[in-house]
């Protein structure tokens, strides 16, 4: 390894340790931080999931300096997990680098060992094999549905619905063409609307679902991200709700829909002008 190289990690490896430190200290009870303190695994759930996403909107954003603060806030919430663990001698954040260290390793005998592949598709597979082998599983098909309900548990909702169906797909269990797609969709469009006006809040409920999963198998079939595009049309949302306030002169309850109505085509108007001029 090269001086600069040498330098370079020793400053990072002193840069970690220091906020594990730090951490240590705010968990301290004496002269600790009361919120730190007050802090459970549990209770830093939202806070985990919270500072993921902020890591993702900076990296769509290009900005490093955002992308920097945004992943030191995310390895607080892993130093800070190692560190409550520690207190009750669950684990340690070495054991957290070292599992995941090993596992690299383990799942990579392309780079780590004598494996050869020839292509991208070929580490996936390699990839997954070797993950059942770790879970005891093989390769058959009688832990799929035991794979799904993991996705389930750990995922998004509209992340783990694309995983679910796509895994269920790879097996055989998928429509011949996208006709069938569209028909499943417009026929549980029905049985939502036959729901809403006949059945109870709860079969309401089970049918939007039904409704849900049907959108997303269409965006699969035409190889469409459902969070980009929902989170597009957020943003297509705000940005003319922003543009729609900046016509009102009073409190937007003070006018009627019909006028709001008219101030939100002419704000979607504008918005597309200016994106045409871009």
């Known amino acids: 390894m090269e001086s600069n190289q ?50 993702v909107d900076a990296i769509k954003s290009g900005d490093s300096q955002a992308i920097v603060e945004e992943l030191g806030d995310l390895l607080l919430q892993v130093v800070l997990q190692a560190q409550i663990a520690l207190e009750y001698q669950q684990f340690t954040l070495q ?14 005998p392309h780079v780590f060992g004598d494996v050869s592949v020839d292509s991208v598709d070929e580490v996936r597979q390699n990839w997954e094999q070797i993950k059942a082998q770790e879970r005891g599983q093989t390769s058959n098909n009688n832990q799929l549905g035991d794979k799904l309900a993991n996705y389930s548990r750990k995922l998004p909702p509209l992340m783990a619905t694309m995983k679910i169906s796509q895994k269920a797909a790879d097996v055989g269990f998928e429509w011949e063409d996208i006709d069938g797609v569209w028909d499943k969709f417009h026929e549980e469009l029905q049985e939502f609307q036959q729901a809403v006006a006949e059945e109870t809040p709860a079969e309401q409920q089970a049918e939007l679902g039904d409704v849900l999963f049907s959108v997303l198998q269409l965006a699969r079939w035409y190889k469409l991200d459902p969070t ?23 409190p937007l309850s003070d006018y009627p829909i019909e006028e709001l109505e008219a101030f939100w085509q002419q704000a979607k108007k504008i918005l597309r002008e200016e994106s045409l001029g871009e």
């Open 6 to 55: 040498v330098q370079q990690h020793t400053k990072t490896l002193t840069a970690l340790q220091e906020l594990i430190d730090v951490v240590a200290k705010l968990r301290n009870p004496d002269g600790g931080c009361p919120w730190d303190l007050q802090q459970t695994p549990q209770s830093l759930i939202p806070y985990v999931i919270e500072e993921a996403y902020e890591v």
């Open 95 to 108: 054991q957290v680098a070292e599992g995941i260290s090993q596992k690299l390793i383990r799942r990579h």
């Open 228 to 250: 980009e595009a929902l989170q597009g049309t957020n943003q297509r949302f705000i940005q003319r709700f922003q543009k729609l306030e900046m016509f009102c002169e009073r």
